[in-house]
C-alpha cells in the first residue's frame, strides 16, 4: 500500500532563517506531488506541483521554492523566511484513475515563524 | 476554470442532529467531486467520491450525490457524532487539474 511521510511534524524558525521541509512517498511511481500551505483558520493555498522528476510549477509568486530530486521526494525550501510563512504545510501525491485524479495527504508540518 | 464553492462555516450542531454542508461546483467538463475531512491537526483524508452524474458517495454514513443539474455535491448525515467534529472540503477533480472549496468547520456538541 502506499504511504506518505513529512518531516518534521512541527517546526519553530526565527524570521530571516532557513527552511527545508520534506515528502516521501512509498509504494507508488511516478506520482504527481503536490505542496500546499493552510493558514490558521483557512482553506488551501496550493503553492507547487510537480509531474516528474525535476519538474516544478508554480502556483504563486512567493519566498519559497521547491525541488523533486527524485521520484518520490519533494522538498519545500526557503532561503530566508518571513512572519506569514507560518501555517500549516501539507504534501499530497495523487495518481490519474481514468478522467480524474484522487489525490492523498501526508500529515502535515506545522510551521510556526516567530 | 473550474472551482468549488462551499458553505461558509462554522456550523455548530448538537449531537443526533442532521447535518447538511452545501457544495456547489463550475466547471468546463465533466468532473469528479469529493469530500476531505480534515480532523484537528492532522492532513486531509478523503471521505467519499462521485465520479459521474447521479452517482452517490457514501462513507461512515455521510452522503453526498452528484447533481448536475443544479452542479451541486452537497455533504449530507442524518444523525452527527462528536467525533464527527473537523473541517470538510468539497474538491473536484478533472485531469490533472484539482480544486478545493475553502473548507467548512463542524463541531458537533453533546
Known amino acids: 500500500s502506499q504511504t506518505i511521510h513529512q518531516w518534521p511534524a512541527t517546526l519553530v524558525q526565527p524570521v530571516g532563517s532557513p527552511l527545508s521541509l520534506e515528502c516521501t512517498v512509498e509504494g507508488t511511481s511516478n506520482p504527481n506531488l503536490y505542496w500546499y500551505r493552510q493558514a490558521a483558520g483557512r482553506g488551501l493555498q496550493l503553492l507547487f506541483y510537480s509531474v516528474g522528476i525535476g519538474q516544478i510549477s508554480s502556483e504563486v509568486p512567493q519566498n519559497l521554492s521547491a525541488s523533486r530530486p527524485q521520484d518520490r521526494q519533494f522538498i519545500l525550501s526557503s532561503k530566508k523566511l518571513l512572519l506569514s510563512d507560518s501555517g500549516f504545510y501539507l504534501c499530497?501525491?495523487?495518481?490519474?484513475?481514468?478522467?480524474?485524479?484522487?489525490?492523498?495527504f501526508g500529515p502535515g508540518t506545522r510551521l510556526t515563524v516567530l | 476554470g473550474n472551482s468549488v464553492t462551499q458553505m461558509e462555516g462554522p456550523v455548530t450542531l448538537s449531537e443526533e442532529a442532521f447535518l447538511t454542508i452545501n457544495c456547489t461546483y463550475t466547471?468546463?467538463?465533466?468532473?469528479?467531486l469529493f469530500w476531505y475531512v480534515q480532523y484537528p491537526g492532522e492532513g486531509l483524508q478523503l471521505l467519499l467520491k462521485a465520479t459521474k452524474a447521479d452517482d452517490k458517495g457514501s462513507n461512515k454514513g455521510f452522503e453526498a450525490t452528484y447533481r448536475k443539474e443544479t452542479t451541486s455535491f452537497h455533504l449530507e448525515k442524518g444523525s452527527v457524532q462528536v467525533s464527527d467534529s473537523a473541517v470538510y472540503f468539497c474538491?473536484?477533480?478533472?485531469?490533472?487539474?484539482?480544486?478545493f472549496g475553502a473548507g467548512t468547520r463542524l463541531t458537533v456538541k453533546p
Open positions: 499530497a501525491w495523487s495518481v490519474l484513475r481514468g478522467r480524474y485524479n484522487e489525490q492523498f
Open positions: 474538491a473536484l477533480s478533472e485531469g490533472n487539474d484539482m480544486r
Open positions: 466547471a468546463t467538463g465533466y468532473p469528479s
